[in-house]
């Protein structure tokens, strides 16, 4: 009898730790793991081009920007989870995602997004209390686009092109370092290249059945996304230029070497357009940075390429 009862005690713990396992991969899976990466590519570029990369303090204050930021976008993901759940369940891929799926329970999602975001909050006022207060206002325009903007036509892409210029910001904020306007308009308009193209491939993947899973299809159709994907590509190139020529840590013996670097800019924005165009893809820019070889060999060397002329010229 005794064996009986501790099996049963064995088999009731395993059991429960694997629960609570699964209960943890579940909510990490909803914080969206895969796009962590657009923290490192907007939050770095401050430290970047104003040549302190390799200062191991303000390296640090970065990193734990950025970590914050992880956690605070992680959080307005569960919230848009759960104010989306019943779309979500009619799209053929977010209805794989945990909460729609039934895999991470409403109460659980609640509970993690009320404890999370007052943590994260007060790590930041401890690091930094403008980093706090610009927190506030990311997660403020965040969850006012999950509830009300992402409805409204155009202001729903600008909303979303808002949050990545905040964290461009944030990694200038924490280390005291101001930056071009720029730099500033070519990460705004960058931000609303990807944010179209997505909408732009999901409108023409889901088709008839787009504005079951988003309201807001019904208010777009392909030739207005083409042509605003036109004007941003446009636009993005034309601004990330000028950032160049009038930036001055860009220019070696007079030369400004920043030049050197447009043609990987061009060469992105035009394959990206080449893979929603033609291979149909671009739903999810953080899995294109995953799984398209070119695209990644392409950030790779302009990284090399700005690392030579801000840190070795």
């Known amino acids: 009898m005794c ?106 999602a609640k509970a993690a997004a009320v404890a999370l975001l007052p943590l994260v909050l007060l790590a930041a ?28 036509v155009i202001l729903d892409v600008l909303a979303v092109a808002a949050g990545f210029v905040l964290r461009l910001l944030a990694g200038g904020l924490v280390i005291d370092v101001g930056l071009s306007p720029w730099l500033y308009a070519s990460a705004g308009l960058l931000a609303l290249f990807l944010v179209i193209g997505k909408r732009r491939q999901e409108l023409a993947s889901l088709g008839d059945d787009a504005a079951a899973t988003r309201r807001i299809f019904a208010q777009y159709n392909l030739p207005l996304l083409d042509d605003m994907l036109r004007i941003v590509t446009s636009a993005t190139t034309i601004t990330y230029i000028i950032y160049t020529v009038e930036s001055p840590t860009m220019v070696r013996n007079g030369q400004n070497l920043g030049l050197i670097t447009v043609p990987f800019v061009i060469y992105g924005l035009f394959r990206y357009l080449y893979l929603i165009h033609v291979e149909e893809r671009g739903g999810a820019p953080d899995e294109i940075l995953f799984n398209d070889r070119p695209l990644q060999a392409t950030i790779v060397l302009a990284a090399l390429a700005y690392i030579v002329i801000l840190y070795v010229l």
């Open 125 to 152: 006022y401890y690091f930094d209390a403008r980093l706090a207060l610009l927190i506030i206002v990311y997660f403020t325009v965040q969850i006012a686009y999950s509830l009300y903007i992402k409805h409204i």
């Open 3 to 108: 064996d009986n009862i501790i099996r049963l005690l064995t088999l009731s713990t395993a059991n429960g730790i694997e629960s609570t396992l699964d209960t943890i991969i579940s909510l990490i899976a909803t914080m969206r793991p895969k796009q962590w990466t657009k923290n490192v590519l907007f939050v770095f570029p401050a430290i970047v081009f104003s040549e302190q990369l390799f200062e191991p303090d303000l390296l640090g204050r970065v990193i734990v920007c950025c970590i914050l930021l992880i956690l605070s976008s992680g959080c307005v993901y569960i919230i848009n989870d759960l104010t989306d759940i019943e779309a979500d369940r009619a799209h053929p891929v977010k209805r794989l995602r945990p909460i729609a799926a039934g895999k991470l329970s409403t109460s659980t």
